[in-house]
């Protein structure tokens, strides 16, 4: 199981953090990303994490601007979001899968019910 928390409305150049707190099954899956579908789109991974390996990707639409990280004791992952756009407003998700680098959707087995983030200029 996973439960994200943490959007809101801010406005533009403004900041959140998301959280995804998991089952602990969920959580020592190899692979753990954040996704987000906006409006009248794909969804799209934004940020994937291949915990073990050290590996994260960042989606060039977010790279400088959002960062993944894990807190093992808590099993939680957060998503901080900086210098938001309103192009950023979607719902977020997080997701956990095996064995693939994350780039893709697909390569996700579980997911979050998401949150909604909405960025106002």
């Known amino acids: 199981q996973l439960v994200e928390s943490g959007g809101g409305s801010v406005l533009a150049g403004g900041s959140l953090r998301l959280s995804c707190t998991t089952s602990a099954s969920a959580f020592d899956r190899p692979l753990m990303g954040w996704l987000r579908q906006a409006p009248g789109k794909e969804r799209e991974v934004i940020a994937a994490n291949r915990w073990a390996e050290h590996i994260t990707y960042y989606a060039e639409s977010v790279k400088g601007r959002f960062t993944m990280t894990r807190d093992n004791a808590k099993r939680t992952a957060y998503l901080e979001m900086n210098s938001l756009k309103p192009e950023d407003t979607a719902i977020y998700y997080c997701?956990?899968?095996?064995?693939?680098?994350?780039?893709?959707?697909?390569?996700?087995?579980?997911w979050g019910q998401g949150t909604r983030v909405i960025v106002s200029s």
């Open positions: 997701a956990v899968g095996s064995g693939s680098m994350g780039h893709h959707p697909a390569d996700y087995a579980f």
